[in-house]
């Protein structure tokens, strides 16, 4: 008698534990589709066609993702949240906000969030400024180069007091 209440206890555990693995294989079938679905959309690819003109504003490497929330804390469990992500360095934007039902398997809202990264636009460098427009700031000469300069200088004037000394000579 004990034997088979321990048998029956195993059978409820073993189903449970079967429900349990359901469950958690079903979420993640559901997180693939619906990442999988946000990379087909028109919006994320109109954003992967927006990172070309933000690379060439900027020197950091912007990266566009499509994130499935598995700890979303949406009101109906057969809801799931998803957002496409723009990064730039350290700085990360939710774009779009998805909603995705699980019964239908597909994103049933899409909404932007109208908000939007600040580039900013790198200094240009120095072959930049060279090719493009004149440099405004004199460049600063090295030591070696002054004292050049100066003994130049020292010397232009000992040239022209010799000058002046042969003219009154004459």
């Not at 195993?10 to 079903?26: C, F, H, I, L, V």
Request: glycine share 2%.
């Amino acid at each position: 008698m004990a034997q088979t209440v321990l048998a029956q206890r195993d059978k409820e555990d073993r189903k449970e534990e079967q429900a349990e693995r359901r469950a958690a294989n079903s979420e993640k079938v559901d997180l693939t589709v619906f990442r999988r679905q946000i990379l087909t959309l028109p919006e994320f690819a109109e954003e992967r066609r927006k990172l070309i003109e933000i690379r060439k504003q900027t020197k950091a490497i912007p990266k566009i993702y499509a994130v499935a929330d598995s700890m979303s804390e949406h009101p109906d469990p057969n809801m799931l949240m998803g957002y496409i992500t723009l990064t730039l360095g350290d700085d990360a934007v939710n774009v779009y906000e998805l909603t995705f039902d699980r019964k239908q398997k597909k994103i049933v809202k899409i909404k932007p969030t109208g908000d939007t990264l600040e580039i900013e636009k790198p200094a240009l460098s120095d072959k930049q400024e060279r090719s493009g427009k004149k440099a405004t700031t004199p460049k600063k000469k090295s030591d070696d180069d002054d004292e050049e300069e100066d003994d130049e200088q020292e010397e232009q004037p000992t040239r022209s007091k010799k000058k002046d000394a042969d003219e009154e000579d004459d």
